[in-house]
């Protein structure tokens, strides 16, 4: 048998319930892999050993006597650090929340605890989510586990490292314009974005509310709809969150024969690195291959979704990063000096504890949002996002000939090398720009593995994006079964 | 390109002291930044809506009463101010508001 910590949660979950692995030899397996490979990969920022030890004893205690609560019960996962954890530090990566204790757990890490899931520790993200590398956070460098000189990608960075490393069976992202499907993509695991709203952002340190969603990142499509199982549904602590209630439970792959995937010519123009192109394009030949339809189809606004994207995201990082005051919690000015005027505290505190990225996306949303530029931008960029949101809704019209599933890259490139974008914010917003438009449309995404493009010292992962339209999360997942099936990449990094 | 002027009073809305350095570094990359943006200064954008968040929901509340039989909601002041960096028994402190 495979070491443990390599299992998918589908398998470990039917090891436990045969009795054949306990949850204490499965986390301790993961502990283990941690401590052989995280001192390279740098994935987590804080580890849970205690706590994740103790859970599992109670979850092997509750499967002697027959009481399982479900799949996730005695299954270890670790948590992206933006996630609020009862009495465990949440930094969100910056130095502004360095040894935060949060008094309640975010609504997600709360049903995943309820599920028996056992969280291991939290992984690292560039800080309050700002970055596609994981380069911006402001404890340490994340590295790709497939070339440990180049970046994994982020926000979600340590939770990608972390799953395709199998320093975990599974992780929680958080994803405001890429940050969960950019880093599954450049690390070969899957990541889905759900719909706006299908996950409670209650306890979610905020980024930007009206594009920020929850979501997992696993080695395969269905273990992420095992944990979308346990994490998913409305939340009365998130007024944004959809009422219906999806079932996620036991996915089955449906038929990929018949159903339309369409591609939109504006993904695949120029900019896009030809060996990325060519692992997409041959994986659209093995879905017409099992009997789905292939059409090309314009999504004209899409281009300007990238600064829709840069306008609308600071302007409300802006908002959502004033409550960083130095008075209430967090990095404060005010602590080891009390001759300070209160404006002196505020700018003080902000000044000293925030990063240069943080910094840069406040001055940026204040400056669009500002009188006599708030019509030019922010105002503006809220009109193209209705266009962008119709052309998504034109994409999927069934009663037009719409498409089931639009296929595009995840990213223009495999994994650049650490530093390489690092001191260009243009640069490493490009980056994003085939996950960017997909936010501002509330739609649901994954990035499942697609293939590899050949580097002179390394093999990179390729990831491809499928978009369901709006609360078609569950039949997006379905169809990214039957896809994961259809293309087979299940090759680990050599660690 | 923004002036140092421009720059010094978006921070001072931000509440955010910079530095030299940051403050010429921010200026060069804000109005490069800003003029990757100019290609959205020509779209005709008449009678087109705008979408500030796409779920439709409106208004939502909820009975303004305290819940917290499920340990969710942080069950006092000794919670809530265990990051608060002056505290006076369960007062938060701040330097003077108002000056007289």
């Known amino acids: ?495 | 390109m923004l002036s140092k002027e421009e720059i010094s009073h978006i921070a001072s809305l931000a509440k955010i002291e910079l530095t030299n350095d940051e403050a010429l570094l921010f200026g060069e990359q804000l109005s490069n930044i800003l003029n990757l943006f100019k290609e959205i200064d020509d779209i005709k954008l008449d009678n087109i809506e705008e979408t500030s968040q796409i779920t439709g929901i409106s208004n939502v509340v909820f009975a303004d009463e305290v819940k917290s039989e499920d340990g969710r909601i942080p069950s006092g002041p000794k919670d809530n101010l265990q990051n608060t960096p002056k505290i006076e028994d369960t007062k938060i402190l701040t330097p003077k508001v108002i000056e007289r």
């Open chain 1, 1 to 495: 048998m495979k070491p443990l910590y390599q299992l998918t949660i589908k398998e470990a979950s039917d090891l436990l319930e045969e009795k054949k692995i306990s949850s204490l030899d499965l986390v301790e397996s993961v502990f283990k892999r941690i401590d052989q490979v995280d001192e390279k990969v740098k994935a987590y920022l804080l580890l849970n050993r205690d706590g994740a030890i103790k859970s599992a004893k109670l979850s092997d205690e509750r499967i002697s006597r027959g009481k399982r609560i479900g799949r996730l019960d005695g299954i270890p996962i670790s948590v992206k650090d933006l996630l609020c954890t009862k009495g465990i530090e949440t930094t969100a990566a910056s130095n502004i929340l360095k040894g935060f204790i949060p008094s309640y757990n975010a609504t997600v890490v709360e049903k995943l605890e309820r599920a028996g899931a056992i969280i291991v520790g939290k992984t690292n993200l560039d800080a309050f989510a700002h970055g596609s590398s994981t380069e911006n956070s402001d404890f340490q460098v994340t590295k790709n586990p497939w070339d440990l000189n180049r970046i994994p990608g982020g926000s979600s960075g340590g939770s990608a490292a972390a799953v395709a490393a199998d320093m975990c069976l599974a992780s929680i992202g958080t994803d405001t314009g890429g940050s969960i499907r950019q880093p599954a993509s450049l690390c070969s695991v899957v990541g889905f974005k759900p719909s706006y709203g299908r996950v409670s952002r209650y306890g979610v340190i905020a980024m930007a509310s009206s594009l920020d969603v929850v979501g997992p990142l696993a080695k395969t499509a269905e273990d992420a709809s095992i944990m979308m199982d346990a994490i998913s549904g409305p939340d009365d602590l998130d007024p944004t969150t959809i009422k219906e209630n999806e079932n996620f439970t036991n996915l089955k792959p449906i038929s990929l024969k018949g159903l339309k995937f369409a591609l939109p010519r504006e993904f695949f123009a120029k900019g896009i690195d030809e060996d990325v192109k060519s692992v997409i394009m041959k994986a659209v030949d093995d879905i017409k291959g099992s009997g789905g339809e292939i059409v090309e189809i314009s999504l004209p606004s899409v281009k300007y979704a990238l600064s829709v994207y840069y306008i609308i995201q600071p302007a409300e990082v802006s908002s959502n990063l004033q409550r960083y005051d130095g008075v209430r919690y967090g990095h404060s000015a005010y602590r080891d000096r009390n001759d300070l005027k209160l404006e002196e505290l505020y700018t003080n505190s902000r000044g000293q504890g925030f990063g240069k990225e943080a910094k840069r996306r406040i001055m940026l949303g204040t400056y669009v949002l500002s009188a006599g530029y708030y019509d030019a931008y922010y105002k503006k960029a809220l009109k193209i996002r209705t266009l962008v949101k119709n052309d998504f809704d034109k994409a999927f019209d069934k009663s037009a000939g719409g498409a089931d599933f639009v296929i595009t890259p995840v990213s223009p490139t495999p994994a650049f090398k650490v530093g390489e974008k690092s001191n260009d914010p243009i640069q490493m917003y490009l980056s994003d720009i085939y996950t960017v438009p997909i936010n501002p449309a509330g739609v649901p995404a994954i990035s499942l593995p697609a293939g590899f493009v050949e580097r002179v010292t390394s093999k990179l992962p390729v990831g491809m994006q499928v978009i369901g339209s709006f609360k078609d999360d569950k039949r997006l997942l379905e169809a990214s079964i039957a896809l994961q099936d259809l293309l087979k990449i299940d090759e680990k990094p050599n660690l």
